[in-house]
C-alpha cells in the first residue's frame, strides 16, 4: 500500500535509511534538529511510562484509587483493535480530579474491547464502583421479564412521575468518546432504522439535532426528552462532545412515553416514562419497547454489546450490567427534613438526585429517586428495589405527616453470585 | 482530543464522504476552506509525532463561529504541521493574515534601538503598556498534541532556562500544580496569571488536558517580565508595566527574550522558526512575530465616534475589552493592540501601536473640547 510505504519513508526513519545509503551523520543530525517531535516509536523509549504518569494526589475518583505506576507501566503501550489506548480511557479522570456530590469513575472505554485489554484498571473500578463485583469470578443476571413485578402503581399524591432507562450500544462500532464521524453516523443509520420499524404504542418519528427547530428543541427540553449539549467537564474531556451535533438525534413514540437518546454519553440511551406513579406500566413498556428493538436491528444483522460477565457493555463503567436506572420524582417533604433521611435511602440501596438529574440539586421537596446499583442485580431486581423502596419512603413520610415515628429499614441483601 | 497515529489507519477503512466533517453551519477560516476534496487528499496524511488532519480541524468543527471574530478554526501538534497540511494551513494563513503567500518571506526584527519614539505617551489616557508573543521550542509536540512527558519536559527546560537570568530579569518560578489559592487570585488581579481554560475553541484543541500538571508562572521580582509555561502555546512572553512607556517595555521584551533564547540553544532547543512562517506557534493566528503589543486606554469619546471602527483599520490596529480577547469593554477603557502578525517585524507592529495609540489619544483631547477630527483621519497604512 503506497500510503503506508510513504508514511515509513517520513521522519526519523529517513535519518536511518539515509545513513545506511552512506549520507553519514551529517544528515541524521540534520533530521533531529529540524524535527521538532519525535517520532510514536522513538517517544516510547524518550518517555517511559514513569514519564507520562499523571499526578493524582489530589484526585479522589475511582480511577485515581486503583491507578498504580505498575499498572500503567503495564497498559500504556497497548492498544485496542480499534487503536484506543489507555491515555485516552483515563483523560476525563485525570481532568477532572473531584466531584462535590458523587464520587466520579474517572474513566471511559472507547470499544468493547477496551474493558479486555485494560481489564487490570478497568476491574479494580469496577469493583469499587460496584460494591466489590468481581468480573473475573461473577456473572451478571439479565432479566427483562416485566410480568414479575409486584405493586409496581404508586400514591400519586406523591410520586409525580416515573421513569426507566438504560443503554445499549451496537457491537462492532466504536463508543463515543473513540468514534469517527463515519462510525457515529452509521449507529444513527442503523438505529433510525431499526426504530422506523416499530408500531402500535411504540411508533414513532426521529428528530435529528441538525435539523431540529429551535422551537422543536426547546419544548423537548422544558418535557424532560431532550438531552443538552454537553457542558459536563467529565463528558468533553473525554471526547464525548466531538463534531457535535452531527448525528446526534431523538426518536420517540407519538404518545412520548418511550423515546431513545442517539449519540449522546452512549450509542443509545433507551427511555420509558409517564406522569404518575405506575411504574410497573413504565416498565413493561421498557422491556417489550427493548426487546423489539433489538428484533429489529438483528434482522440486519446488527446486535448489542453483551457479555456474561460485564452485562451490557456502555461507556462508562458505572453503567455496566443492567445499564439501568430507575426512579420516579417524589415529593418527600417532612421525610427529606428528617436526618435519617440519607441512612434509610442507603439501606433501600437507593440514590436521590434533584430534578435535573445527575449534578442537580433538589428544586423544593420534590427529588429523583432511583437505584444506586447498576451490575451483579438484574432489571426486574433493581426495579422492585426502587418500587419496594419507594413504597417505604412514602409511608415514612405518611407516618410524619401523621406526627407517627418512623424507623430504618434494615440493609438490602446485596446478591454476590 | 488528540489520537495517536495508528486511530488514523483504522479511520481510513471509512470512505472520505462519510468521514467528512458536516461544516454547512460554520463560519470560520477552516471551514471556508476544507472542501470535500481536501480532506480526502489530506486525511491520509500525518506528521512524524502523528498529527492527522481530523486532530488540525476538532476545535474548527467543534466551534462553528465566534460573537466577536472570525475563529481561525484550526490548530498545529508540532512544527510539521504547517508542512504536511499546507494545502489546508496555506489558503488560511493567506485569508486570516491579510493576503500573504505560501511563497512569502516574513522578516524578523528584535532590536529595540530600531522603534521610534513610545517613550510619551500621555499616561493620564495610557494606563498600561504590555508587549507579549509567544515561542515554541524545538523537539517537542505542541499543547494540543503533547503527552505528560512531554510537557513536563518542556517545563523542566523552561525553568531551568528562566532561572538562569539575572539582574532585572531574576525572578520565581509558580508551578500551577502547588501555588495557593491566595497566590494565585492575587496574580489574577494583578493581569499576570492566566486563567484555567474555558473557552472551547482552546478545550475542543485539547490544551487543557491534564491540567495543571505541568502549567505555570515565572515573573521577575519586579513583575514587568512574565513567561506562561504550557498555556495555549509552550512560552508565552509577557512585558508590561502602568503607564504609557512603549519603548522600555519593549526594549525589555527584546532583551529578555535574546537572553532566554541564548539559552534554549545551548540546550540544542532552540525555538522554533522558519523564514517563510517566522516563529511557529500553536494558532495560525500567531504566526510571524506572534507579538501583540498593546495598552489600555481610556477612549471614551473616541471609541463612540462613527469612525471608530474604520480609524483602527487603517492604522492596522485592533481593540479588545480589558479582560482580553473574549472580553467587552469597561468604562470606556480600551485595549488597543496591532492586528497583523505576520509580514512585517516586531518593531514594524510595535511602531504602528506607538504610533497609531498617540494619535488616537490626540483624538480623543480634540474631541473633548468638542472639536472635529476629520482632519486627522489618517490614510490606510
Not at chain 1, 421513569?163 to 463508543?175: A, D, F, H, M, P
Not at chain 1, 411504540?202 to 423537548?220: D, F, I, N, P, R
Not at chain 1, 450509542?267 to 419497547?289: P, Q, Y
Request: proline content about 5%.
Amino acid at each position: 500500500m503506497a500510503s503506508m510505504f510513504t508514511r515509513v519513508l517520513s521522519g526519523r526513519n529517513t535519518a536511518v535509511i539515509m545513513a545506511g545509503l552512506g549520507a553519514g551523520t551529517l544528515v541524521s543530525s540534520y533530521i533531529m534538529m529540524t524535527e521538532s517531535g519525535v517520532s510514536a516509536g522513538e517517544k516510547k523509549k524518550l518517555y517511559p511510562p514513569s514519564a507520562d504518569y499523571p499526578d493524582l494526589r489530589k484526585h479522589n475518583n475511582c480511577l485515581a484509587s486503583a491507578l498504580t505506576p505498575a499498572v500503567y507501566g503495564q497498559l500504556r503501550d497497548k492498544l485496542t483493535p480499534n487503536n484506543w489506548s489507555l491515555d485516552q480511557c483515563i483523560q476525563t479522570g485525570v481532568d477532572n480530579p473531584g466531584h462535590p456530590f458523587i464520587k466520579t469513575v474517572g474513566m471511559v472505554a472507547g470499544d468493547e474491547e477496551s474493558y479486555e485489554v485494560f481489564a487490570e484498571i478497568f476491574n479494580p473500578v469496577i469493583k469499587d464502583r460496584h460494591n466489590g463485583y468481581d468480573p473475573t469470578t461473577m456473572k451478571h443476571p439479565t432479566d427483562l421479564d416485566s410480568s414479575k413485578i409486584t405493586s409496581g402503581m404508586f400514591d400519586e399524591n406523591y410520586v409525580l412521575s416515573s421513569r426507566v432507562r438504560t443503554g445499549r450500544s451496537i457491537r462492532g462500532l466504536s463508543l463515543p468518546p473513540a468514534c469517527t464521524r463515519a462510525e457515529r453516523r452509521e449507529v444513527e443509520r442503523v438505529v433510525v432504522q431499526g426504530l422506523s420499524g416499530l408500531k402500535d404504542d411504540l411508533a414513532g418519528k426521529y428528530y435529528s439535532l441538525t435539523e431540529m427547530t429551535e422551537q422543536e428543541q426547546q419544548q423537548l427540553i422544558d418535557d424532560h426528552f431532550l438531552f443538552d449539549k454537553p457542558v459536563s467537564p467529565l463528558l468533553t474531556c473525554a471526547g464525548m462532545a466531538r463534531d457535535w451535533p452531527d448525528a446526534r438525534g431523538i426518536w420517540h413514540n407519538n404518545e412520548k412515553t418511550f423515546l431513545i437518546w442517539i449519540n449522546e454519553e452512549d450509542h443509545t440511551r433507551v427511555i420509558s416514562m409517564e406522569k404518575g406513579g405506575n411504574m410497573k406500566r413504565v416498565f413493561e413498556r421498557f422491556c417489550r419497547g427493548l426487546k423489539e428493538v433489538e428484533r429489529l436491528i438483528q434482522e440486519r444483522g446488527w446486535e448489542f454489546m453483551w457479555n456474561e460477565r460485564l452485562g451490557y457493555i456502555l461507556t462508562c463503567p458505572s453503567n455496566l450490567g443492567t445499564g439501568l436506572r430507575a426512579g420516579v420524582h417524589v415529593r418527600l417533604p417532612l421525610l427529606s427534613k428528617d436526618s435519617r433521611f440519607n441512612k434509610i435511602l442507603d439501606n433501600l440501596r437507593l440514590q436521590k438526585r434533584g430534578t435535573g438529574g445527575v449534578d442537580t440539586a433538589a428544586v423544593g421537596d420534590t427529588f429523583d429517586i432511583s437505584n444506586l446499583d447498576r451490575l451483579g442485580k438484574s432489571e426486574v431486581e433493581l426495579v422492585q428495589c426502587v418500587i419496594d423502596g419507594v413504597n417505604y419512603l412514602i409511608d415514612c413520610e405518611k407516618k410524619l405527616e401523621k406526627s407517627q415515628d418512623i424507623s430504618i429499614p434494615p440493609p438490602v441483601a446485596q446478591s454476590k453470585k | 482530543m488528540p489520537f495517536g497515529n495508528t486511530h488514523n489507519n483504522f479511520k481510513l477503512n471509512y470512505k472520505a464522504d462519510d468521514e467528512y466533517p458536516d461544516l454547512t453551519k460554520h463560519n470560520n477560516h477552516m471551514a471556508k476552506v476544507l472542501s470535500k476534496e481536501m480532506y480526502g487528499k489530506l486525511r491520509e496524511k500525518q506528521t512524524p509525532t502523528g498529527f492527522t488532519l481530523d486532530d488540525v480541524i476538532q476545535t474548527g468543527v467543534d466551534n462553528p463561529g465566534h460573537p466577536f471574530i472570525m475563529t481561525v478554526g484550526c490548530v498545529a501538534g508540532d512544527e510539521e504541521s504547517y508542512e504536511v497540511f499546507k494545502d489546508l494551513f496555506d489558503p488560511i494563513i493567506c485569508d486570516r493574515h491579510s493576503g500573504y503567500k505560501a511563497t512569502d518571506k516574513h522578516k524578523t526584527d528584535l532590536n529595540f534601538e530600531n522603534l521610534k519614539g513610545g517613550d510619551d505617551l500621555d499616561p493620564n489616557y495610557v494606563l498600561s503598556s504590555r508587549v507579549r508573543t509567544g515561542r515554541s521550542i524545538k523537539g517537542y509536540a505542541l499543547p494540543p498534541h503533547n503527552s505528560r512527558g512531554e510537557r513536563r519536559a518542556v517545563e523542566k527546560l523552561s525553568v531551568e532556562a528562566l532561572n538562569s537570568l539575572d539582574g532585572e530579569f531574576k525572578g520565581k518560578y509558580y508551578p500551577l500544580k502547588s501555588m495557593t489559592d491566595a497566590e494565585q487570585e492575587q496574580l489574577i488581579a494583578d493581569h499576570f496569571l492566566f486563567d484555567k481554560p474555558v473557552s472551547p475553541l482552546l478545550l475542543a484543541a485539547g490544551m487543557a488536558r491534564d491540567w495543571p500538571d505541568a502549567r505555570g508562572i515565572w515573573h521577575n521580582e519586579n513583575k514587568t517580565f512574565l513567561v506562561w509555561v504550557n498555556e495555549e502555546d509552550h512560552l508565552r512572553v509577557i512585558a508590561m508595566q502602568k503607564g504609557g512607556n512603549m519603548k522600555e517595555v519593549f526594549k525589555r521584551f527584546c532583551v529578555g527574550l535574546q537572553r532566554i533564547e541564548e539559552i534554549f540553544k545551548k540546550h540544542n532547543h532552540g525555538f522554533m522558526w522558519n523564514e517563510h512562517l517566522g516563529f511557529v506557534l500553536t494558532c495560525p493566528s500567531n504566526l510571524g512575530t506572534g507579538l501583540r503589543g498593546g495598552v489600555h486606554v481610556k477612549l471614551p469619546k473616541l471609541s463612540t465616534h462613527a469612525k471608530f471602527e474604520e480609524i483602527l483599520t487603517r492604522l492596522r490596529l485592533q481593540k479588545r475589552g480589558t479582560g482580553g480577547v473574549d472580553t467587552a469593554s469597561v468604562g470606556g477603557v480600551f485595549d488597543i493592540s496591532n492586528a497583523d502578525r505576520i509580514g512585517s517585524s516586531e518593531v514594524d507592529q510595535v511602531q504602528c501601536v506607538v504610533d497609531g495609540v498617540k494619535l488616537m489619544v490626540e483624538m480623543e483631547k480634540k474631541l473633548e473640547k468638542g472639536e472635529s477630527i476629520d482632519s486627522m483621519i489618517p490614510a490606510q497604512k
